[in-house]
C-alpha cells in the first residue's frame, strides 16, 4: 500500500486537543509532531506546484 492509499494518520495529529493536565513535555512532543506535518504538507505543495509549470507548459496553445 503506497502512502496515498493509506488511511490518513492527520486525525491523530490534527485533532482538537483537550489541553487540561497535559505536562511541559506533552506539549513539546504535539508541537514537534504539529511542525513535522507542517514540513510534509510544505512538501508536498511544493512538489505539486514543481509539476504543474511544466504541464502548463506542454499544453499551451502554440504562439
Same mark, same amino acid.
Given at each position: 500500500?503506497?502512502?496515498?492509499?493509506?488511511?490518513?494518520?492527520?486525525?491523530?495529529?490534527? %485533532?482538537? !486537543?483537550?489541553?487540561?493536565?497535559? #505536562?511541559?513535555?506533552?506539549? &513539546? $512532543?504535539?508541537?514537534?509532531?504539529?511542525?513535522?506535518?507542517?514540513?510534509?504538507?510544505? %512538501?508536498? !505543495?511544493?512538489?505539486?506546484?514543481? #509539476?504543474?509549470?511544466?504541464? &502548463? $507548459?506542454?499544453?499551451?496553445?502554440?504562439?
Amino acid at each position: 500500500m503506497n502512502e496515498e492509499e493509506m488511511p490518513l494518520k492527520r486525525d491523530a495529529v490534527l %485533532a482538537p !486537543r483537550h489541553y487540561d493536565g497535559w #505536562s511541559v513535555g506533552d506539549f &513539546a $512532543a504535539h508541537l514537534e509532531a504539529l511542525r513535522v506535518e507542517i514540513a510534509r504538507a510544505e %512538501a508536498a !505543495r511544493a512538489a505539486k506546484q514543481a #509539476s504543474l509549470s511544466p504541464a &502548463a $507548459a506542454f499544453f499551451r496553445p502554440p504562439a
